[in-house]
């Protein structure tokens, strides 16, 4: 496990991240397919109404797509979801884009241990800010601040990953709203409803959400439990 850290801090570090851009600059076109994007955001109401684990049943969600260069597609909420999620949402899908590539997919959950202080990537939270101009909800009844442009945000905990087609990454998909560990269950059953789960297999056999043993603190791509209703990860 040591060795597959040192290797992941080692990508990490080389790896070109996409920065914030000027809220003031022209929006871009989403670079995945908008039938893509709105399939995969229908699938939030959905899987809410299952047992995530978490605080809330059904769960309060918002949930935030990016494209491969971190240009925001999307944002959306169900239900009451608490209105600092939504930045949080937007983070956790830039992380989860940022981080991942055709050889590994890194969940934001799994980034978790490493970027504690003493850890190997302490101090990757701090690498690519977001941009408080993207704070507001909407704008004159638009879709929000920010969808066309490069919030930039690192979150390193549950509820954010890659989304794969054809075993590449289009982009990235982040929820926030509950639990990190309920919002990872989320964001996992989303991908996989709309079929965007083609994750390498190469170095790790899954971004899935891991825990350390009881008593224990995390390490290597684990992330501590939250409530004892967490799911398993056999059962996600």
């Known amino acids: ?22 809220a003031d600059a022209p929006a871009q076109a989403c670079g995945i397919p908008a039938d893509l994007v709105q399939s995969l955001q229908n699938k939030l109401r959905l899987v809410v109404q299952l047992n995530n684990g978490g605080i809330f049943s059904p769960n309060r969600m918002w949930s935030a797509v990016v494209d ?9 909420k169900v239900g009451d979801a608490w209105p600092g999620s939504r930045a949080i949402a937007i983070a956790k899908a830039e992380t989860g884009n940022d ?17 504690q202080p003493g850890g190997s990537l302490w101090g990757l939270n701090e690498s ?20 066309g442009h490069t919030p930039g945000g690192i979150i390193t905990f549950g509820g954010g990953l890659a989304l794969y087609s054809g075993g590449e990454v289009i982009g990235g998909l982040g929820v926030s709203g509950d639990s990190s ?6 964001a996992y059953r989303m991908r996989r ?11 790790m056999s899954s971004d899935n959400i891991q825990y350390p043993p009881a008593g224990q603190q995390p390490t290597g791509f684990e992330q501590p439990h939250c409530f004892p209703q967490d799911l398993p990860p056999g059962q996600i």
């Open 99 to 115: 981080f991942s590539n055709s050889a590994l997919s890194l969940s934001t959950a799994m980034l978790y241990a490493a970027t």
């Open 68 to 76: 491969r260069n971190g240009t925001l597609c999307s944002v959306t």
């Open 181 to 186: 560990c309920a919002d990872h269950v989320i």
């Open 128 to 147: 690519n800010p977001f941009n408080p101009k993207y704070l507001t909800e909407t704008t004159q009844g638009g879709p929000g601040t920010g969808v």
């Open 193 to 203: 409803a709309a079929h965007l789960d083609d994750i390498p297999t190469g170095i």
């Open 1 to 22: 496990m040591k060795k597959w850290l040192l290797a992941v801090a080692l990508a990490l570090l080389l790896c070109p991240v996409a920065r914030a851009d000027d």
